[in-house]
């Protein structure tokens, strides 16, 4: 932009190097190329000078804050930051009263918002008349998903741009930036560059302020050295928002993929960022009843195993033993079989009704009962030369129906088999023939 500095002046030193090498155009973010590209939708929008308001959604230290400013520069709007933190009704209020005054004479202005998922209902619909008028371009900025934090009403007169984490290739392209401008490479081993980049963890800001830890260390370090020097990033995650469903959903679909190295990952992912682990065994064990069942038995107990153990134990001691049951029901072998025959059984119970049990399987306790039917002619399945002895036992006048349907893998085959044997049976093969029962039996 003409009047502007270099992207690499070596303005005041004092100022944190973020700020110093923070972009002058939007073609100089990093990263971003999806949404800020010349064929991007936010790149089209600058070319034809028409901002629409929008959502950034994405991770910290991704750039929102820099591409909200640029936004403005670069389509010569007024540019008025508020963050959800600090700022209240009144706060937004001498806002638009300024944007409603700039309007008057001809000037538009950019209301970026901070944080915007912390404002709450009421003040997230006070922006809603200036959005529709065109009084403010808005453009808010969060980490949390916006389908969760912001209304209906403002999403709907929204477009929201999902912002990615910086990969290595744009925390290279900083790094290399930053030596520019300090004019001297870091004093870093190939190995502890690559380090500096894993620790970032996506982070730009975070990366950049690492990088003002260690440009002045007197030789070059390597990767234990550069551990000492600076602090490893907190991962993020939060195990009351979107990172929390994110992983235990990354964890459940590997193990349901049959992925034990993966789901051993998630499952470090969310023990390093300080997950409960009861809930991961809580979580586990529904799964081994849902995505495993009958196709292996033991797929229960083994879960609450690990939840026993655990809470005998504690961490890390007991994280073990949760380990070992992720590995254990990521490679068992899977089935839905019970979870569809329950969902389908429910469902006919309630179209049903409350149709009664067919009298023969009803027990007889009173001399009227037995009158009335109650008991007569029950076949008791011991008593048969195959142990099984066909009855029906669905409501008189109900058809026969099929719920449960076994797999092929692991011990629901061998359930397969046999109920293939009593459908057979049940047909009139042989090996229906009955003993008589010893004695009068309603059980």
Not at 20 to 26: D, E, F, I, V
Not at 411 to 429: D, K, M, N, V
């Amino acid at each position: 932009m003409n009047g502007q500095p270099s992207l690499f002046d070596v303005d005041d030193a004092s100022r944190p190097l973020a700020d110093r090498l923070r972009p002058r155009t939007l073609e100089d973010v990093v990263g971003q190329g999806h949404v800020l590209g010349a064929d991007a939708p936010i790149g089209r929008m600058v070319a034809a000078q028409r901002l629409a308001s929008m959502v950034l959604w994405g991770p910290p230290g991704c750039g929102k804050t820099t591409i909200a400013r640029l936004l403005a520069e670069q389509t010569d709007l007024a540019f008025e930051p508020l963050s959800a933190t600090f700022s209240g009704v009144a706060d937004l209020r001498k806002v638009f009263q300024a944007a409603q005054r700039r309007r008057e004479i001809g000037q538009g202005t950019l209301l970026f918002v901070d944080e915007i998922h912390r404002f709450n209902r009421a003040q997230q619909d006070s922006f809603l008349p200036y959005v529709e008028d065109g009084t403010v371009v808005l453009v808010g900025a969060t980490t949390e998903n916006p389908s969760f934090e912001l209304n209906g009403a403002l999403l709907s007169r929204t477009q929201v741009f999902v912002l990615k984490r910086l990969d290595d290739a744009a925390l290279g392209t900083l790094i290399t930036r930053a030596e520019a401008l300090i004019g001297h490479p870091l004093p870093l081993t190939d190995d502890a560059r690559q380090a500096l980049i894993a620790m970032a963890d996506g982070d730009g800001r975070y990366l950049l302020n690492m990088i003002e830890l260690v440009q002045s260390l007197p030789t070059p370090v390597d990767s234990p050295a550069l551990a000492a020097a600076v602090q490893k990033r907190a991962p993020l995650y939060d195990k009351a928002q979107e990172g929390h469903y994110n992983l235990i959903s990354a964890l459940h679909k590997s193990m349901r993929g049959s992925d034990p190295d993966a789901a051993l990952y998630w499952l470090a992912r969310m023990l390093d960022g300080g997950e409960d682990p009861l809930f991961i065994a809580r979580r586990i064990t529904r799964f081994a009843t849902e995505d495993i069942g009958m196709a292996d038995p033991n797929a229960v107990p083994q879960a609450l195993a690990a939840w026993d153990v655990y809470e005998r134990l504690g961490s890390p001691e007991g994280e073990l033993a949760i380990a070992q049951a992720v590995v254990y029901l990521a490679t068992a072998p899977k089935s839905i079989g019970v979870y569809r025959a329950f969902s389908a059984a429910r469902a006919a119970a309630k179209r049903t009704g409350s149709l009664m049990p067919p009298a023969h399987i009803l027990n007889a306790p009173t001399r009227l009962m037995k009158n009335l039917g109650y008991g007569a002619g029950y076949e008791y399945d011991p008593d048969t030369a195959t142990g099984f002895s066909g009855a029906n036992y669905f409501p008189d006048g109900m058809p026969r129906q099929t719920y449960y349907e076994p797999t092929s893998g692991g011990y629901e085959r061998a359930i397969a088999e046999r109920l293939r044997h009593w459908a057979q049976l049940r047909e009139g093969g042989p090996g229906l023939e009955k003993h008589e029962p010893d004695g009068d039996d309603t059980a």
